[in-house]
């Protein structure tokens, strides 16, 4: 009988995974990550995501299903992964995604190796997408969920290969709905309990407080510019501004404007009406390639640049080993560095980066 090690975050999906997994006959073990103690993020209380509760949860599931279940202390590598990349992504202008870099460092690396270390030739999680193998071309492909709604292909497309062949996404053929209803059936505790939208580390959305109490840090104010230079204002510290971004400027001016730079080294944010905010072309960094070896030539796809974003047809062309440039048909607005581009043919992921320059 084949082992599969289940990443259980106390939530349903995961739940609902290690059922659908120990239906099909794997012999399963269940794990929670233990990413940080919430006193040391200046938490007070537990939260929906990475709790007492939720550890509580996943061991009620996990004792249901007749599985052995562990907590593996993971707290130093997701401080630095995680934690160390948020800040350092805020204090250089860019708007990082921590749940990206979480699946990359933390389920998809770190659990891997205690996988291994357990004899597990899986790793199972409660993400919604799909994988397939392609006989043609040899290589495992990542597809997105069959719940077009659901599909999280987007914060997947650092998996390689390698990985791709000892992962299991048992809910990539299901919807949300289908999940809840094998939750209810089966007597889950966490049948109706709700996802969790926060970054769990900064659960109050309060990304410059948590980055301030982290590093000690005051962030110096500075001018707050407009498109030609002119001082408008003054800003509180640059890694309170992100592209795009309307709210909290502290100003007011006969037309909505918005950040469309965020300079470090100079400590401006530039201010911008909404046409400013929009550019066709990237470049990303610390790629990642699915579904060849390498890119040929220029190819055509569909790329999204934010999780919730519909793709866009657009042009990429690999520069080299870890560099793509993307051109949109069409411009795109508040393209941000620090976040990821991810390029589709279809429903597959053909991979993805990080952005680091726009124009």
Known sequence: ??????????????????????????DCIGATMKLFDNENIGVEKERPCCSLEDVEDARSVAYKLGIPYYVFNFSDRFKQDVIDRFINAYENGMTPNPCIDCNRFLKFDKLFLRAKELDCKYVVTGHYVRTEFNEESGRWLLKKAADASKDQSYVLYSL???????????????????????AESEGFVNA????????????DGDYAGFIERTTGKKYPPGDI??????????HNGVIRYTIGQRRGLGLSFDKPMYVSNVDTINNTV???????LYT???IAKDINIISADRLDGKISVTAKVRY???EQPATAVQLDEDTLSVEFDEPQRAV???????????????GGGTIVKTW
Request: charged share 25%.
């Open 1 to 26: 009988m084949e082992k599969a090690l289940i990443a259980m975050s106390g939530g349903v999906d995961s739940s609902v995974a290690a059922f659908l997994m120990k239906r099909r006959g794997y």
């Open 160 to 182: 390689t290969q390698e990985q791709l062949m000892h992962v299991q996404f048992p809910l990539g053929g299901l919807s949300k709905s289908e999940v809840r209803g094998i």
């Open 192 to 203: 109706k309990k709700r996802d969790s939208q926060d970054i769990c580390f900064v659960p």
């Open 225 to 234: 510019l407009s498109d030609d230079g002119k001082v408008l204002g003054r």
């Open 270 to 276: 530039t201010l911008s009406p909404s046409e400013g």
């Open 280 to 282: 066709k072309n990237l």
């Open 308 to 310: 919730r974003q519909k």
């Open 336 to 350: 941000t560095k620090g976040q990821s581009v991810v390029l589709y043919d279809g429903d597959m992921v053909v």
